[in-house]
């Protein structure tokens, strides 16, 4: 020690006691090992390159990493045990092994440590030492996984996709899989995926004691929400886990109470050299009254351990808050006082980290909706349409930055606030879980997180695993993405008379849809049309609907300005209403401060709109460029129809033997577009999401539609169908019948993951018979919308022209309705019409069932 204060550049090997000489010289220390190392054939691992040596020790006691001080790493580790086998400083000439590299019986494989000696006296002030992460492989021999329990606002169905995946990825690695979960209506509790299910509430208690009933090896405990992750917290602060030994798999607790625990996260964030929002976390009213007069109104109150927001909201004087706080702490206890950031943009990052450091970031996302309204309950955008490129790599780096600093294993969320006038950003918060979110990302970008989570969980690396989609590829890239993504959240408000209808801080949404499509205008008329079957797309009729059941005068500006200014689940057609009453993007970016861009694209779509409302069903018939246009931009066909000029019957020549034949004048159905779109040969093309925006050559099942592309991604021939078909085991043969299984679509009150089970259940059915099962959804927190669940998927739309599109391209033997609720039975009579065979129960017992008159005339 004398000698490394007194002259740091001279050069120190230590070999065998030399290891531990030195590193109690350095300020570590040593403990006594249990059996010790000794022999010829002892296999060490050079951290620097991860080769593997094999040497010859003889030694009982060994050097503690954990206590070796700053700017001093582990140089070598044992490959059996995981012990030190030497350390080295990362500057000074200083370094020692615990095995023999001199030793005359060999064998020899270490002697260029002694080269490396010599060129530290040549050199003493050599370049400074980086060391790879190792860990020691770990075979669990049964893992327990957490479920979310009963489906709640903010905690739904994307669980049991994300629960789901975890079972699957444990199957596939040869482990046995314990699920806790006490929801009957999931596809994680039935038969053919966990080894094991116990349908037990998942609090500490039962948890307990199935524990010590089962005695796992492990635990996956960020794969079932945030009911999952506080009784992980609480069973580790009860001593659980150790006392019966099972470790927490992937992301630590630690960790995960960093992120949960504003105070450690705001310390974290600032270790970091970032910023959150200025915030004090409070436990009292009374320390929340003094933190908000500190700070200065208007302020955002939030509960610490909360999901979806519970128990938030915006305060800007002291009445509000001391009923915000009240009410925070029923939920939890402590609240979090920050600073209000609305107006500025918000946005996300999807990380993914193994334990030897690789990060990527998988998908970024952007709110249309500023800071103000929960992720949950706002339209979010894949990936992100207004950060300019220096923008985008620099919260990029910062997410980065911040999950290896946290020591996330698996996947995590990382939500940012971002000044539109300058280049400040703030760390909202990072989610350390599996979340709504991140079943989003895992469809938007067809990388499947959560299974992906769960495989580094069990100790793999991101190099060695695969890229589910194209399954040559590592999974270790970030995607990309050759089209835009849009989600939009489903309330169903009315049904409760008595809730305040206005979208803020607090979730309140019961479901989303996801579109995919090649333009934003597309996919956000797709989106607004799956989350209601009635809308036909962004319309002001909407709004106008909306203002009567409240009960308002339809054409004055005072309420599509308050709805704006205040905004409810209408605000996106109050939009809409305002473009209709001659407002400016300005003016609405003004009393909404959603970004220019999108409201430039929103206005797009008004002018199409408008250009339409100028024409006749003969003007379109004449020219296809209007019509091209509209549906370019997502316009339905009966979206078109209702917005084009009712014809009085009078004929010209050219147009004679149509309307003759077909159009007879009136009113124009969706029926007569669809012919006429036949006519001018304008059908939608079929893309792949292929996770590598045909950068790298794959084949893959996962599917959508658009009008925007000139050729299909895949061949619809019945001979090259199999080209696309899910690599997943099949028994479809060359002769086998495709089925066609229409999805759930969007979750709402009364409808929700049991008709994905449904599904699910129909979809392994039909592959287990030899059938082609080609699965049409639009629902991302659903385990029917995996790709590898079906033969083909098409993330499309649950209306009757959308169906009726990939019926004609994919000639199906038949399609089942009957197992995705409400939404697909809905459809069953317009396609029998069409000519589309209906699987089950025959369409016109459907129609006596749903149709009250004709059930009624039964008894």
Request: hydrophobic share 40%; with cysteine; aromatic share 8%.
């Amino acid at each position: 020690r004398k000698v490394m204060q007194r002259d740091p550049l001279v050069p120190i090997f230590g070999i065998c006691m030399g290891n531990q000489l030195l590193a109690l010289a350095a300020g570590a220390s040593t403990y006594k090992m249990k059996f010790g190392n000794r022999g010829m054939n002892q296999p060490c691992v050079d951290l620097r390159t991860s080769k593997c040596y094999i040497t010859p020790q003889n030694h009982g006691f060994a050097v503690d990493n954990d206590t070796l001080p700053a700017d001093w790493v582990p140089l070598m580790v044992n490959a059996n045990d995981g012990s030190n086998e030497g350390i080295i400083h990362q500057t000074k000439p200083w370094f020692s092994v615990q095995f023999h590299p001199e030793a005359a019986g060999g064998p020899t494989d270490t002697a260029f440590l002694f080269q490396n000696f010599v060129r530290s006296i040549v050199e003493p002030r050599g370049a400074g030492v980086t060391t790879i992460p190792y860990h020691l492989p770990v075979h669990q021999r049964k893992v327990l996984v957490l479920g979310s329990g009963g489906l709640t606002i903010g905690q739904a169905g994307e669980f049991d996709y994300s629960g789901s995946q975890a079972i699957k990825a444990l199957k596939e690695s040869g482990v046995q899989s314990i699920l806790i979960n006490p929801n009957i209506a999931t596809v994680q509790t039935s038969k053919g995926y966990a080894d094991r299910v116990y349908f037990l509430p998942v609090n500490p208690e039962f948890v307990t004691q199935v524990i010590k009933r089962e005695r796992p090896d492990g635990i996956l405990c960020t794969f079932g929400g945030q009911t999952a992750l506080n009784c992980a917290i609480k069973l580790e602060e009860q001593g659980v886990f150790e006392k019966y030994q099972v470790r927490v798999l992937g992301t630590p607790i630690k960790a995960i109470i960093t992120t949960e625990d504003r105070e450690l996260f705001a310390k974290a964030v600032d270790f970091c050299g970032y910023k959150v929002a200025e915030s004090a976390c409070c436990e009292t009213v009374e320390e929340s009254m003094k933190a908000a007069a500190t700070i200065g109104y208007p302020v955002l109150v939030r509960a610490a351990f909360a999901l979806g927001g519970l128990g938030s909201g915006f305060a800007s004087d002291e009445a509000e808050l001391k009923a915000l706080v009240a009410q925070a702490l029923v939920n939890s206890p402590q609240v979090i006082i920050d600073k209000s950031l609305r107006g500025w943009k918000e946005l996300e990052y999807e990380v993914v980290r193994d334990s030897n450091d690789n990060c990527i970031t998988v998908c970024n996302m952007e709110n249309f909706d500023p800071i103000g309204i929960h992720t949950g309950d706002s339209i979010v955008i894949a990936p992100s349409q207004t950060l300019s490129n220096e923008e985008y790599f620099r919260l990029r780096e910062c997410a980065l930055k911040m999950i290896r600093h946290l020591g996330v294993v698996g996947e995590c969320n990382i939500q940012y606030a971002v000044d539109p006038k300058s280049k400040e950003f703030r760390i909202i918060e990072v989610n350390a879980r599996l979340s709504r979110s991140s079943a989003l990302a895992s469809k938007a970008t067809g990388y499947p997180l959560a299974y992906v989570a769960a495989k580094l969980a069990l100790g793999n690396d991101l190099v060695s695993l695969r890229n589910g989609v194209t399954k040559v590829t590592t999974a270790c890239f970030e995607p990309a993405l050759d089209y835009v993504v849009a989600k939009v959240p489903r309330w169903d408000l009315r049904k409760f008379s008595t809730v305040d209808p206005a979208v803020g801080s607090c979730m309140k949404s019961v479901g989303e849809v996801m579109a995919i499509g090649r333009t934003f205008e597309e996919v956000i008329q797709k989106a607004l049309r799956m989350v209601d079957e009635s809308c036909t797309g962004f319309d002001s009729e909407r709004f106008d609907e909306e203002l009567v059941h409240r009960g308002q005068e339809s054409e004055s500006w005072e309420p599509v300005k308050a709805e704006l200014e205040c905004p409810t689940p209408a605000r996106i057609f109050a939009i809409a209403k305002a473009f209709q009453m001659g407002k400016t993007i300005e003016d609405i970016h003004k009393h909404t401060a959603i970004d220019r861009w999108f409201l430039a694209k929103l206005y797009h779509i008004h002018s199409v709109k408008q250009s339409l409302r100028a024409m006749s069903f003969q003007d379109l018939y004449t020219s296809d460029i209007l019509l091209r246009e509209a549906k370019r931009v997502g316009f339905a066909d009966r979206q078109i129809a209702k917005q084009l000029r009712h014809s009085d019957g009078s004929l010209t020549p050219s147009t004679r033997k149509l309307s003759e034949e077909e159009y007879m004048g009136g009113a124009v159905r969706e029926d007569d577009i669809r012919r006429l779109r036949k006519r001018h040969n304008l059908r939608p093309f079929v893309k792949q999401i292929d996770t590598l925006a045909a950068e790298f050559p794959a084949e893959t099942n996962y599917l959508y539609l658009t009008y925007s592309g000139v050729e299909d991604d895949i061949s619809l021939s019945a001979d090259n169908m199999s080209c696309c078909s899910s690599s997943k085991a099949s028994n479809a043969s060359k002769d086998s019948s495709r089925i066609v299984v229409l999805g759930c679509g969007c979750y709402r009150i009364g409808s929700s993951v049991e008709f994905d089970w449904c599904s699910v259940s129909c979809v392994k059915t039909l592959r287990s018979l030899g059938h082609e099962a080609i699965v049409i959804n639009c629902n991302p927190e659903t385990v029917s919308t995996d790709f590898d669940e079906s033969d083909r998927l098409y993330f499309e739309e649950l209306s009757h022209e959308t169906v009726m599109d990939i019926t004609e391209l994919e000639e199906p033997n038949g399609v089942v309705v009957s197992v995705g609720g409400q939404t697909p039975n809905n459809l069953a009579m317009a396609l029998h019409h069409k000519g589309v065979p209906i699987l089950g129960t025959h369409v016109d017992a459907i129609d006596t069932c749903e149709n009250r008159f004709k059930f009624s005339k039964l008894c």
